[in-house]
């Protein structure tokens, strides 16, 4: 038997901004809100084939790099077009090293979070 991934939690400064930016770029909903934290996922709620993540609210702010971060792929359009789509939801152009020959492009949520849009996959 083994373990799979239901759930992934960061904590932030504003979790209802965090959770809005991410129901954005996921397609989610918000499905609970408990203490302060803000959990969001798909349709058919907690217990899925995605995990859902929970935006739990802390004082301390970020001071570097992640060390895990959540890459994304489109879904119904090119990565060129949900690079802009992205950019227009609060996504910022994060530099964390890259050479830009890199396929993907690294981008911060609202509060500086890392994450990747890699290229479209086949279906």
Known sequence: MACRISELVLECSDPERLAAFWCEVLGFG??????????????EGFG????????????EP????LRLH?????????QDAELER??????????VGQTGEE????????????????RRRLP
């Open 103 to 118: 396929p993907w492009h690294v981008l911060a949520d609202p509060e500086g979070n890392e994450f990747c849009l890699l």
């Open 30 to 43: 918000v499905i609970g809100r408990e203490e302060g934290a803000v959990e969001i996922g798909p349709a």
């Open 70 to 78: 959540i890459d994304v792929n489109p879904t119904d359009r090119d």
């Open 62 to 65: 970020k001071r570097q790099q």
């Open 48 to 59: 899925g084939l995605q995990p859902t993540l929970v935006f739990s609210p802390s004082e």
């Open 86 to 95: 992205l950019l227009a939801a609060g996504a910022t152009r994060a530099d």
